[in-house]
């Protein structure tokens, strides 16, 4: 079963990206704002000006402020038109989302703010390593936040109109997060979407979520110290219906014969109804009863299998996708020093295992096709790789992994 990330307010940018965020599919656009150059339209330009004149909300110094360098960015409609359906099988997804350097870049960051991230648990009751984990999903601890000015993007994205409603919403609420004083308009920065900050706030859920833990009078989620925007990460999640001490969800072991028309969040029970069922922990024990729950199987029985209580939901509220939030639970156990997935994983379309697919990214480098890694999880640098190696051979070019490819490297 393939898994795709879907639309949600919470951090629109997530959902809308095709491309990566610390090498998961993310909010966060190219760090380098030499490729988003704003160019001259008249036609922007113009709707530019019917904006504001038909705009009150905000004063006139701000609007000054905010369009004084604005322009237009085609570089930007290129990203919204060319979003392809972007799926990954939840085993390539986990590879990215808890990959060892997130996990040990996590586990430091973690460490590093733990004072901080303790006090924001003590005031909103989300576990710091729950904050700390979205933090390394939505971008990489801070390392990529994007840099594309938030006012031209969301500008350019309302004024093209295939979803201008909502983002002249976007834009209207950008302003009044100037004209509040949380950040100048320089600073500004985020995605080609306009998620912002440590943890990718679109404008409309900052200002629905985002506070000043700091106490300095403005919520800067963009400031290099992360705590008003891990705080408000909390905070968004507490209003979400985050229940301290529940986990996200346990992986469980289901017997041979389980139903599978059980499965799925809209099917609760209490755990010990699951444990008459069969449906033991990964030890054999029976799940402690954290409340309702629900059996997901994400890629049918032959994978893994997860016991998910009322905090799965919570998640979804920042991101409506079964494994972005799997992604968060997984990597926010693996913080706290937790172990990998033990259920096995189906071979993927091509027969091919994450072992397998590792193996044969390490022999194509050794071989000069570097696949720059081997993570298993097939990209478009393995397939050029792949290409490459096959082109040399005379073999036919697909770009495909393969079991027949792999034993040719062996």
């Not at 733990?114 to 904050?131: K, S």
């Not at 968004?236 to 001490?245: C, H």
């Not at 209490?270 to 069969?278: E, L, R």
């Not at 172990?339 to 000069?368: C, H, S, V, Y």
Request: aromatic share 8%; proline share 4%.
């Amino acid at each position: 079963m393939q898994v795709t990330r879907r639309t949600t307010l919470a951090t629109l940018g997530a959902a809308l990206l095709s491309g990566c965020v610390g090498g998961v599919t993310g909010p966060v656009a190219a760090r380098n704002t030499t490729q988003y150059r704003a160019v001259p339209n008249a036609g922007f330009d113009a709707w530019v000006a019917s904006f504001r004149a038909r705009t009150n909300s905000v004063s006139t110094s701000t609007m000054n402020a905010a369009f004084r360098n604005v322009g237009y960015l085609p570089e930007v409609i290129e990203r919204d038109r060319n979003q392809t359906e972007f799926k990954r099988s939840l085993q390539d997804y986990l590879a990215i989302a808890a990959s060892d350097e997130r996990v040990s870049k996590g586990r430091a960051a973690y460490a590093r703010h733990r004072a901080t991230l303790a006090r924001i648990e003590q005031r909103y009751g989300v576990e710091a390593h729950v904050v700390a984990a979205v933090w390394g999903l939505e971008s990489f601890y801070g390392e990529r936040r994007g840099d594309i000015p938030v006012i031209s993007a969301v500008a350019t994205l309302a004024y093209d109109g295939r979803r201008g409603a909502f983002f002249e919403k976007q834009l209207v609420a950008a302003l009044k997060i100037l004209e509040n004083g949380d950040v100048p308009v320089e600073r500004m920065t985020g995605s080609w979407a306009g998620a912002m900050g440590h943890t990718q706030f679109i404008p409309t859920s900052y200002e629905l979520f985002a506070v000043d833990f700091t106490g300095d009078g403005r919520r800067d989620i963009w400031a290099d110290d992360p705590s008003d925007a891990l705080a408000s990460t909390a905070a968004y999640l507490a209003k979400s219906g985050w229940t301290k001490g529940q986990p996200w969800g346990v992986e469980v072991r289901l017997p041979a014969d389980f139903n599978t028309g059980l499965a799925g969040r809209k099917s609760t029970r209490s755990p010990a109804d699951w444990a008459a069922m069969g449906v033991r922990d990964m030890d054999g024990g029976r799940v402690p009863n954290h409340g309702a729950a629900s059996i997901i199987i994400p890629e049918g029985m032959a994978g893994p299998a997860f016991m998910t209580f009322g905090n799965f939901t919570a998640i979804t509220r920042y991101n409506n996708s079964e494994s972005y939030v799997i992604g968060v639970g997984h990597l926010s156990d693996r913080i706290m020093g937790r172990g990998p997935i033990r259920g096995d994983f189906p071979p993927d379309e091509n027969g091919m295992t994450l072992k397998t697919r590792k193996e044969m990214q390490r022999l194509l480098t050794a071989k000069g096709f570097d696949t720059e890694g081997a993570d298993g999880v097939i990209g478009s640098k393995t397939r050029a790789a792949i290409s490459a190696y096959q082109a040399s051979r005379n073999m036919a070019v697909t770009g495909e992994p393969s079991l027949s490819l792999l034993a040719s490297l062996r």
